[in-house]
T-cell receptor
Framework: AQKVTQAQTEISVVEKEDVTLDCVYE???????LFWYKQPPSGELVFLIR??????QNEISGRYSWNFQKSTSSFNFTITASQVVDSAVYFC???????????????FGAGTQVVVTP | NAGVTQTPKFQVLKTGQSMTLQCAQD?????MYWYRQDPGMGLRLIYY???????DKGEVPNGYNVSRLNKREFSLRLESAAPSQTSVYFC?????????????FGDGTRLSIL
């Protein structure tokens, strides 16, 4: 069963609009970690943000913000005032706690393509 | 600071050929990982190495072998390449000691098998 679901395949916006990316996850662990990665057209994967399961405080970092809600198993990510350079595929990922934290295996969603036009 | 380096960046193989993808990190990380990325499926874990001297299977290990040569290097081998292994392969590493540590990825190897 897919543990990370990104239902939005592609989102197209005009520059300066806000973009919210949805992520729903599934886990039985009480301790887990959630991440967002960005993959620009050049292909590399860039770490953006992370959140522990025991910390539901939502934060803002520059133009990025995230909304973590354990009650709905969601970890949504928002880009405020989008720019053309934000055009990329964005991946949500889940890391579940194993017998030792050195596992750290990531389970990725299918990704959401964001297209920002001038 | 190079981070995670993968070689080669591109490769074309014929069905049945063998090949080793190389990965090295200079961040003194204990854990290393190999993923494959296929269209519409995100990244899937092939093998991982929690620490030097250990390796374990991930979600899609069939057709692959790995070697954790030392703390820095983690190689992925295709013994008899098949067209279904056409994909983009990513190596990653991670500092241990805290489950919150993110993985750092190489730039990927684009592999085509004819």
């Amino acid at each position: 069963a897919q543990k990370v679901t990104q239902a939005q395949t592609e989102i197209s916006v005009v520059e300066k609009e806000d973009v919210t990316l949805d992520c729903v996850y599934e886990t039985r662990d009480t301790t887990y970690y959630l991440f967002w990665y960005k993959q620009p057209p050049s292909g590399e994967l860039v770490f953006l943000i992370r959140r522990n399961s025991f910390d539901e405080q939502n934060e803002i970092s520059g133009r990025y913000s995230w909304n973590f809600q354990k009650s709905t198993s969601s970890f949504n990510f928002t880009i405020t005032a989008s720019q053309v350079v934000d055009s990329a595929v964005y991946f949500c990922a889940l890391s579940e706690n194993g017998p030792t934290d050195s596992w750290g295996k990531l389970q990725f969603g299918a990704g959401t393509q964001v297209v920002v036009t001038p | 600071n190079a981070g995670v380096t993968q070689t080669p960046k591109f490769q074309v193989l014929k069905t049945g050929q063998s090949m080793t993808l190389q990965c090295a990190q200079d961040m003194n990380h204990n854990s290393m990982y190999w993923y494959r990325q296929d269209p519409g499926m995100g990244l899937r874990l092939i093998y991982y190495s929690a620490s030097e001297g250990t390796t374990d299977k991930g979600e899609v290990p069939n057709g692959y072998n790995v070697s954790r040569l030392n703390k820095r290097e983690f190689s992925l081998r295709l013994e008899s390449a098949a067209p279904s292994q056409t994909s983009v392969y990513f190596c990653a590493s991670r500092r241990t000691g805290d489950g919150n540590q993110p993985q750092h990825f190489g730039d990927g190897t684009r592999l085509s098998i004819l």
